[in-house]
């Protein structure tokens, strides 16, 4: 069992920059991949950004490569998720999500566990 929380949401101008974090409680926490999602409304919830168990890969959906950076440090049980050049459709809730097979599952029914998810808005 993995328990997930996000936090780092909020409010931000257009071009500017936030950090999320995933903390992680759980024991088997360092043998999951982790992904990032987010869910605007009235949409599906759609795949962000992924890393592997150990933090050496990582994948990016086009809409952000570039712009965010994902990252882990599994001394701390927690996983970030750096957004810089955020654009309006960036608005959504934030989900991170475990899975232990691969960093490579982008749907949302290929992870096990799931935050509460934290708000980004984004004002234009």
């Known amino acids: 069992q993995v328990q997930l929380v996000e936090s780092g949401g909020g409010l931000v101008q257009a071009g500017g920059s936030l950090r999320l974090s995933c903390a992680a409680s759980?024991?088997?926490?360092?043998?999951?991949?982790i992904g990032w999602f987010r869910q605007a409304p009235g949409k599906d919830r759609e795949f962000v950004a992924s890393?592997?168990?150990?933090?050496?890969?990582?994948y990016y959906s086009d809409s952000v490569k570039g712009r965010f950076t994902i990252s882990r440090d599994n001394t701390k049980n927690t996983v970030y998720l750096q957004m810089s050049s955020l654009k309006p459709e960036d608005t959504a809730v934030y989900y991170c999500?475990?899975?232990?097979?691969?960093?490579?599952?982008?749907?949302?029914?290929?992870?096990?566990?799931w935050g509460p998810g934290t708000q980004v808005t984004v004002s234009s």
């Open positions: 759980g024991r088997t926490f360092n043998t999951y991949a």
């Open positions: 999500g475990a899975n232990p097979r691969s960093l490579r599952n982008i749907r949302p029914y290929e992870y096990d566990f």
């Open positions: 890393v592997n168990w150990n933090g050496g890969n990582t």
